[in-house]
């Protein structure tokens, strides 16, 4: 019995961090980049905002 529970706590933990690996990586690999882009496209909109007001 003992060798049951330290077994299924070791496949717990495993699980658990293997799904947290896999969200820290979708999310360094699609989220953030999607965000850096529209941080850009809103910048440079403003910039553009700016220049037709001073003329």
Do not use: C, H, W
């Not at 440079?44 to 003329?55: E, G, H, L």
């Amino acid at each position: 019995m003992k060798k049951f529970v330290s077994g299924f706590l070791t496949g717990t933990s495993v699980t658990i961090a293997t799904i947290a690996g896999i969200v820290y990586g979708v999310k360094k690999t699609i989220i953030e980049p999607l965000e850096e882009k529209e941080q850009q496209i809103d910048d440079n909109r403003r910039k553009a905002m700016r220049k037709s007001r001073a003329r």
